[in-house]
């Protein structure tokens, strides 16, 4: 009998996507030869997996788990190709079993994650495995782990939407209801930060330049003696004829509302006039007005992209935000942390054309 290596299982793992124990007995069966292993490997209907491995996997379901004392829950998302496939029953089982044992992994390095020992195996190979008996790609694409005084979940669209909430201080029924409200609102809205201190000052720069750049990129929302000004230059010689003559036009009609202007101009006088606007940056923002139109605009989308900012969904008066509703139902509960997966985010999905793969299937 030829002698196995474990250098040669890896490398048959790594050409069919098998599982291990089937690589080194496929190579047992060929007494060492590659060629004939990954035969036999293929007529076992093993190596389909590797096949499989290059297909988009952006549908499946996302779990979560708690610790027995409910202080600590993990997340998790495993992807299927289709939505079909995340209902199917051992797939589901198969995401449960992974967010229990994600609470007991020291990483949240995906990789070492798929090291760790499952079901006699490794999660890895379960995992391929799994693909060659369900016959689609799946991935486990992501773990997450968040502690606390109290922890509470929400679980979204049947698995859709995965959030976790860790706090901070007394652990009763009103504080975890109220922590569930917000694992709510995080699966809703979706929160970029939990608290303006998370944002860096970078980030926070970076902000406030995309937005000044916006502004100047849309100056029919700047403020009217600047847009006059920027109107005026435009009818100096940069519009057209036809621009210069409608702009004087609706100037004359005293009743016209300059906010319907920009539907009466061509497409090229509107972005010679946020050309104009850009060119006069300099100007444009020392001007006082201008300067607190982009501050208004940036504490706005800070109120959209952080958790405490945003008005609760559940407020009565409408204007409550997440930050006051909790300090109403306890001021010393404190978030300590937020997990929102949701499945398939950040994929990019292939288009199908059905009609397009049909005939390039009889073309062929």
């Not at 398939?344 to 009889?362: D, L, P, R, S, T």
Request: with cysteine; net charge negative.
């Amino acid at each position: 009998m030829a002698n196995i290596t474990a250098a040669m299982v890896k490398e048959l793992r790594e050409m069919t996507g098998a599982g291990m124990m089937d690589c080194k007995k496929a190579l047992q069966d060929a007494e060492g030869e590659m060629d004939k292993a990954v035969e036999i490997l293929k007529e076992k209907g093993l190596a389909k997996a590797a096949k499989k491995a290059g297909r988009i996997a952006a549908e499946g379901l996302v779990k979560i788990a708690f610790s027995e004392d409910k202080k600590t829950a993990a997340c998790v998302e495993v992807n299927s190709e289709t939505d079909f496939v995340s209902k199917n029953e051992e797939f589901v089982a198969f995401a449960e079993d992974l967010a229990k044992l994600a609470l007991t992994a020291e990483t949240t390095d995906i990789e070492a994650f798929k090291a760790m020992a499952f079901e006699g195996a490794t999660v890895g190979e379960v995992l391929t495995d799994k693909i060659a008996k369900i016959g689609e790609n799946l991935s486990v694409r992501r773990i997450e782990k968040a502690a606390g005084d109290i922890v509470t979940s929400y679980i979204h669209g049947g698995g859709r939407i995965g959030v976790i909430i860790a706090a901070s201080g007394a652990d009763n029924d009103e504080t975890k209801a109220a922590l569930t409200n917000v694992a709510m609102q995080v699966a809703a809205m979706n929160p970029e930060y939990v608290s303006r201190d998370d944002i860096s000052a970078d980030e926070l720069a970076n902000l406030k330049k995309v937005t000044l750049e916006s502004a100047l990129n849309d100056p029919f929302t700047l403020p009217k003696p600047i847009l006059n000004a920027l109107l005026d230059k435009a009818a100096a010689g940069v519009w057209s004829e036809e621009d210069t003559a409608i702009l004087a036009e609706k100037r004359a009609d005293k009743g016209f509302n300059f906010n319907y202007l920009p539907n009466f101009l061509s497409a090229e006088a509107k972005a010679q006039l946020a050309g104009l606007a850009v060119a006069d940056k300099e100007t444009i923002v020392e001007n006082k007005v201008f300067a607190g139109l982009v501050e208004g605009r940036v504490q706005k989308q800070l109120k959209e992209i952080c958790l405490m900012d945003q008005t609760y969904v559940r407020a009565e008066d409408g204007k409550q935000t997440v930050g006051q509703y909790l300090a109403s139902v306890d001021g010393a509960l404190a978030l300590v942390k937020v997990v929102r997966f949701e499945v398939g985010e950040g994929i990019e999905k292939k288009e199908e054309n059905f009609a397009e793969e049909v005939a390039k299937q009889m073309g062929n």
